[in-house]
T-cell receptor
Framework: DAGVIQSPRHEVTEMGQEVTLRCKPI?????LFWYRQTMMRGLELLIYFNNNVPIDDSGMPEDRFSAKMPNASFSTLKIQPSEPRDSAVYFC?????????????FGSGTRLTVV | QQPVQSPQAVILREGEDAVINCSSS?????VHWYRQKHGEAPVFLMI?????EQKGHEKISASFNEKKQQSSLYLTASQLSYSGTYFC???????????????FGRGTQLTVWP
């Protein structure tokens, strides 16, 4: 298995531009999570899906952020318009229940820089 | 609801032992442990469920004290490859919701020197 695949790995954009981050979870995993990591706030959960349905989006900072999961193999996180304070590493992770062992598998992350 | 980790940083020589602690103000159902190397994604180490169990993974093991709402990660005879930042992630709620929100601590940076 190729693991959780995120693209792009790095994104540099100007303030005000739209940014779209992409994620392909591990096949068969029915949970998908979007996290943001910064030095100031650590790892923050933004939103998570179960069977493609958003379950909890209370971590989404504001209306500028939106996430979709149109099918079991693809999810996007969109920021429009982007601001410098959105600069962070964004991780996608997937998981499923297998007995008592259901750790998250994280993708390699997208390092976003908004200038 | 973010768990508190201690210490913030540990410096060891190869072969020495370390303990990393994770405590929560909320009742916990499960605790996850992850290790993240610089510039990489966090990697899952183990999960502990309520019931006060202890788990082992090579020379890395962990315990979970449900009553104290605490978990500890034990690294024995540390190796250079153990260097990285260790995060605990905590989940509350019943078994049905345990794959819901996972709150991560701020991390403990572990450095192992030869």
């Amino acid at each position: 298995d190729a693991g959780v695949i995120q693209s792009p790995r790095h994104e540099v954009t100007e303030m005000g531009q739209e940014v779209t981050l992409r994620c392909k979870p591990i096949s068969g995993h029915d949970y998908l999570f979007w996290y943001r990591q910064t030095m100031m706030r650590g790892l923050e959960l933004l939103i998570y899906f179960n069977n493609n349905v958003p379950i909890d989006d209370s971590g989404m900072p504001e209306d500028r952020f939106s996430a979709k999961m149109p099918n079991a193999s693809f999810s996007t996180l969109k920021i429009q318009p982007s601001e410098p304070r959105d600069s962070a590493v964004y991780f996608c992770a997937s998981s499923t229940r297998t007995g008592d062992n259901y750790g998250y598998t994280f993708g390699s992350g997208t390092r976003l820089t908004v200038v | 609801q973010q768990p508190v980790q201690s210490p913030q940083a540990v410096i060891l020589r190869e072969g020495e032992d370390a303990v990393i602690n994770c405590s929560s103000s909320k009742a916990l159902y499960s605790v996850h442990w992850y290790r993240q190397k610089h510039g990489e994604a966090p990697v899952f180490l183990m999960i502990l469920l309520k019931g006060g169990e202890q788990k082992g993974h090579e020379k890395i093991s962990a315990s979970f004290n449900e009553k104290k709402q605490q978990s500890s990660l034990y690294l024995t005879a540390s190796q250079l490859s153990y260097s990285g930042t260790y995060f605990c992630g905590t989940a509350t709620g019943d078994r049905g919701s345990t794959l819901g929100r996972l709150y991560f601590g701020r991390g403990t940076q572990l450095t192992v020197w030869p």
